[in-house]
């Protein structure tokens, strides 16, 4: 995290100290961009098999970092990229959980400035779309405390979770600005087919477009924080179809070929050998589910690489691309957690009927695993659940 840090830092100083003598425009607006669980090799110009055009092409015109660091875990790194000090010191060492140390109070303090904060005497606007996931405060009753929701720590407008993970289809702590909305009845947003990535997207897009209308003369901070690839697998079927098939060959087979491709575009050493392997193929019982955990894993990145395009699509719009310095980081590997493996609950498979009432278009979703879809069936985990459809609820696993 180190390297990204320095850059935006330096880019703090360099808009504050020319305020008065360099128009407004020469100041860079900074746009970064984080995925949610993604491993190093994963986007094509790291050496995966995934579609990422937009990445790497940002990526031949820019600088790749092979030598980075993060915290290796999710609420830590936010803190120390929004606030450029360790994460102890910004108070949150770990998760949400206060466990009675100043290091570990699962909120981030006072003590620290955001880079919101600390861009405004630089006179920049800041905005911020996808996951915050630095305060504990969600729903009601707590959520009448907000201070530490983006728009209490110098971002001028917010829309993404609160929480730190959830349905991909209908998430729970959502918000936009300081109100907390369902995605199925917002005003101001309405998609023919609701997918949070493609939402924190348009989001962040919008956010663009409307600083250039009314505050062009201003920089700006746009913060993006995608959900993507973090747990549950959730993805468009258009999108999963893509990658059908790609994982058929197993652990070793796909591994081996990503192995050949890090070393062909530099993004590991050619004289480090291939690691063992964590699982046994040959010994997986379903294969062919497993298989397709990983193709809607690609495809959430995939789907992640678009809406990056559209945002470089309106920074080109806009006319503010050659002035904005774009960084795309992860908050940590891949994941290594496996929510959602084992069946859980009643339902082991998709029943023919819906069991439950159908929930209101304004009824807030506040589970992060949802007890059920918005038409009424129930969120399935375990072997039974198909991955991808928003009545599943399951991780990608360790193998």
């Given amino acids: 995290m180190r390297l990204v840090l320095v850059l935006l830092v330096g880019a703090a100083l360099v808009a504050a100290s020319g305020r008065s003598t360099r128009a407004a425009g020469a100041r860079p607006n900074i746009v970064v961009i984080m995925a949610d669980d993604v491993g190093y ?23 790749r970092f092979s030598q980075f660091y993060n915290t290796a875990r999710c609420c830590p790194t936010r803190a120390a990229l929004l606030t450029g000090l360790y994460p102890h010191q910004a108070g949150i060492g770990h998760m949400m959980a206060d466990r009675g140390y100043e290091g570990y109070r699962g909120d981030l303090n006072r003590r620290c400035l955001t ?19 630095v305060t504990p405060n969600v729903l009601p009753p707590a959520v009448a405390d907000q201070h530490n929701w983006p728009l209490q720590r110098g971002f ?30 917002d005003p101001e947003y309405r998609p023919k087919r609701y997918y949070y990535t493609d939402a924190i997207s348009d989001q962040a897009s919008r956010f663009i477009c409307e600083h250039a209308e009314q505050d062009r003369d201003k920089p700006f901070l746009m913060y993006v924080t ?26 070793d087979a796909l ?11 530099g993004s590991i050493d050619s004289r480090w ?5 964590v699982g046994d193929w040959s010994g997986v019982k379903d294969r062919a589910w497993e298989a397709r955990c990983m193709e809607v894993y690609e ?69 992060m695993i949802p007890k059920q879809t918005r038409d009424g069936y129930p969120v399935i985990q375990g072997p039974g659940a198909r991955p991808g459809a928003p009545d599943s609820f399951v991780a990608y696993g360790r193998g």
């Fill in 226 to 251: 995608y959900t993507a690839a973090h747990w549950p697998m959730h993805a468009p079927e258009e999108s999963v179809r893509k990658y059908q098939g790609r994982y058929d060959a197993g652990y």
């Fill in 41 to 63: 090799s994963d986007i094509g110009c790291y050496g995966g098999e995934v579609k990422t055009p937009v990445l790497d092409r940002l990526a031949r015109g820019g600088v």
């Fill in 299 to 367: 495809a959430m990145l995939d789907r992640m690489d678009q809406g990056i395009g559209k945002i470089v699509s309106t920074l080109k719009a806009a006319g503010q691309f050659d002035n904005t310095l774009v960084l795309y980081l992860q908050d940590n590997g891949g994941c290594a957690e496996i929510t959602g493996r084992q069946q859980t609950g009643e339902f082991t498979v998709r029943p023919d009927k819906p069991p439950f009432p159908p929930m209101r278009p304004d009824e807030l979703q506040r589970d």
């Fill in 115 to 133: 880079l919101a904060e600390a861009l405004k005497p630089a006179g920049y606007a800041a905005y911020a779309a996808g996951k915050w996931h």
């Fill in 273 to 277: 050998e291939l690691s063992p392997t």
């Fill in 156 to 185: 001028d407008r917010f829309y993404g979770t609160i929480h730190g993970g959830g349905s991909f289809y209908d998430p729970n702590s959502l918000v936009r600005d300081n109100t907390l909305i369902s995605p199925y009845a």
């Fill in 255 to 265: 591994r081996r070929e990503r192995y050949a491709r890090m070393q062909k575009v």
